[in-house]
């Protein structure tokens, strides 16, 4: 039997932060098939974890000239905002396209976006609040377990999970820290409770979550010391003032991944260094396809962290706000790894070896937050959803394990290699596949494109087509 797309068609997303609504929002644009918007979080769908944790200090890391939910209308967000009466004056940020807004306006700017859409076509959007355990293809079509034991079935299923939050550090989790002494949530809005001026708090990774958690302490008001504990101890760099001026670049750098770096410095003499990264944008993910696997490991080990803090930059205000804090002694980021850690009744003591010396300093802090940022890892995930689609072979993680297996139409790759001609996924958790997938300048062109395929799509005898 042919199936052709039908308003009777149907697509189960399961997530409904960044990704899942955008993917919502692209159907009903393409006019494709009725779509059902699944999300576990009470009252959070279009904000998901960065839009709806964020305290009003966190601001986003990209330009408001940058950050249109709709690739078609780049300017959407500004005007969206100039509507508001918000963005004009940035103040260091700068106003208008060059701004840096609060990251909870962007999570009521998709929350807008999202109930425009669906007064636009009330019947053809559904919202289910509510947690997947399962999602299985059966009789040409699939169907979404939840929680409650309530069974779904549609045509095609989208996995829209985000990031997986991050791992307890080796030693420093919850089970071996008493719950006084450890916070494994950096956004938690307590993570300075009960915290005195004398104490000192200990961030365990040196990364953008790593400056919102220092952020938030000083925003609650902790006036003690804070050390930033990663491997090489590298921080955020900063945007540069106002508006940047680069054309992009056209065509992909000859050679290797590797080659990257060369063509950088080579670009980096000439344009300075934040151009020479920005200019890169469009190509990085072609130059990861073209990558080997044995390439891209080499990349992930040796030249990510200094790709990631020149790449993924804080707002002037933001850096200026730690650079206070660095220069009144309150924070410091270091190098170095966690040998070891004794608690006591006044908190712990943990024992690190700084970066390039055998030595071991003791620090004696009050709380340890964990700030190693999101992770993609499944093998090691505790999601009910994706542990469940593990065992039974639905899906796989990719070769690097930076998160699930997709094929460049975004469906899954299942234990025994063949791609799924139901079951998608976007978003963060297929970055081994496009490497850049955590901004929204990448993820809105990942949900466009997949909206459009399954707009388009055909059912003949039960397989897409």
């Known amino acids: 039997m042919t199936r052709i797309n039908t308003p009777g068609d149907h697509v189960l997303i399961v997530g409904g932060g960044f990704s ?41 890391n990209v330009r408001a000239g940058n950050m249109s939910a709709l690739p078609d209308e780049p300017d959407h967000f500004v005007r969206w905002l100039e509507a508001r009466g918000e963005g004009k004056d940035g103040g260091k940020d700068g106003g208008g396209r060059a701004s840096f807004v609060p ?16 007064a636009g076509a009330p019947d053809r959007l559904t919202l289910v609040e509510g947690e997947g355990v ?91 010391r804070i050390l930033a504990l990663s491997r090489r101890g590298l921080a955020p760099h900063r945007h540069q003032d106002g508006l940047p001026h680069c054309a992009p670049v056209l065509e992909r750098p000859a050679g290797p991944l590797s080659g990257v770096v060369a063509h950088l410095r080579r670009r980096a003499a000439d344009a300075g260094w934040r151009t020479a990264v920005d200019e890169l944008r469009p190509m990085t993910h072609i130059m990861w396809g073209a990558a080997t696997e044995a390439e891209r490991a080499r990349f992930l080990r040796h030249a990510r962290p200094y790709w990631d803090i020149h790449r993924h930059r804080l707002a002037p205000s933001v850096a200026d706000r730690i650079d206070a804090l660095l220069g009144d002694g309150r924070l410091r980021f270091a190098g170095g790894k966690p040998v070891g850690v004794t608690v006591h009744d006044r908190g712990v003591t943990l024992r690190w070896r700084p970066r390039g010396t055998a030595d ?20 090691r995930s505790r999601e009910p959803l994706l542990r469940r689609l593990l065992d039974t072979g639905a899906i796989r993680p990719d ?67």
């Open 20 to 60: 899942g609504t955008l993917l919502a929002i692209n159907l009903l644009r393409h006019d494709g098939p009725r779509a059902t918007l699944v999300e576990r979080r009470p009252g959070q769908v279009a904000r998901g974890v960065a839009y709806s944790a964020a305290h009003p200090s966190h601001l986003l």
């Open 103 to 118: 990251r909870t306006t962007y999570g009521a700017y998709l929350r807008a976006l999202l109930d425009a859409a669906r």
């Open 134 to 224: 399962d999602l299985r293809e059966e009789a040409g079509g699939v169907v979404l377990t939840l929680d409650t034991g309530e069974a779904i079935a549609g045509d095609a299923g989208v996995l829209a999970v985000g990031n997986l939050p991050p791992h307890d550090p080796p030693g420093l989790g919850a089970q071996t820290l008493p719950p006084a002494c450890y916070s494994p949530d950096p956004w938690a809005a307590d993570i300075g409770a009960g915290l005195g001026d004398d104490d000192t708090a200990v961030l365990i990774g040196t990364g953008l979550t790593a400056v919102d958690a220092a952020l938030l302490l000083d925003a609650g008001g902790f006036r003690g």
């Open 360 to 379: 071991v300093v003791e620090t004696r802090a009050a709380r340890i937050v964990n700030c190693t940022g999101p992770q993609g890892d499944l093998l």
């Open 399 to 465: 070769p690097l394990r930076l998160g699930l297996d997709v094929d460049a139409q975004s469906r899954v790759m299942g234990r025994d290699g063949a791609a799924s001609d139901r079951l998608h996924a976007i978003g963060p958790m297929t970055r081994g596949g496009v490497w850049e997938i955590v901004a929204v300048p990448d993820i809105r062109w990942q949900a466009w494109n997949l909206a459009r395929r399954l707009s388009n799509a055909q059912w003949v005898g039960g397989e897409g087509l």
